[in-house]
C-alpha cells in the first residue's frame, strides 16, 4: 500500500524549533522512523515537507488520483488553510492527521484545524511517535480496503 507522509512550513527544523515544544528528533531522524515503520509493515512510504502551500496541494492531489493513504502533519496550515483542506476531502484513501505536540493545550488559535472534519482519524501530542502510530493504524486496518 502506497502512503504519502506529507508535512507542511517548518516541519524540517525539528530538533532546532521549540524544542520543549517539538522535541530534539530532527526531521531526518523523523523521515527516517516512518520510512523504517513502513518497511517493518509492509508500506511504501514516501515522507515529503514542504514549506510551498501550492507544492502540498500538488502532492494531496497526486495521492488522491494515485488512491493513496496520507499521514499529513499541516503544521500551521491546519488553522486556516482551506485549500489543504479541500484537497483532503478530495482523498479517496484514509487520511491520519498528525500532530507533534497537543495543539488543544497550546494557544487558542491552534485548537481549531480545519483539516480534522475529513480526516479519518487525528493523533496529537504524541510526538513523532504519532506517525508510527499512524502508520501501524492504516497497515492494520486499511490494507485490504485500498
Same mark, same amino acid.
Given at each position: ?93 484514509? &487520511? ?41 493504524? &492504516? ?8
Amino acid at each position: 500500500m502506497k502512503v504519502y507522509v506529507l508535512n507542511g512550513p517548518n516541519l524540517n527544523r525539528l530538533g532546532t524549533r521549540q524544542t520543549d515544544v517539538y522535541g530534539t528528533t530532527s526531521y531526518a531522524q523523523l523521515a527516517a522512523v516512518c520510512r523504517t515503520t513502513g518497511d517493518e509493515l509492509g508500506l511504501d512510504v514516501e515522507v515529503r515537507q514542504t514549506d510551498a502551500e501550492y507544492e502540498m496541494l500538488a502532492w494531496l492531489h497526486t495521492a488522491a488520483d494515485e488512491g493513496a493513504a496520507v499521514v499529513l502533519n499541516p503544521g500551521a496550515w491546519s488553522h486556516y488553510s482551506y485549500a489543504v483542506r479541500d484537497a483532503c476531502a478530495m482523498l479517496g484513501a484514509p &487520511l491520519v492527521e498528525v500532530h507533534i505536540s497537543n495543539i488543544h493545550a497550546r494557544e487558542s488559535f491552534r485548537h481549531h484545524s480545519v483539516v480534522s472534519a475529513v480526516a479519518t482519524g487525528v493523533i496529537c501530542g504524541l510526538g513523532v511517535d504519532g506517525y508510527r502510530l499512524a502508520l501501524q493504524y &492504516l497497515a492494520a486496518h486499511h490494507v485490504e480496503e485500498l
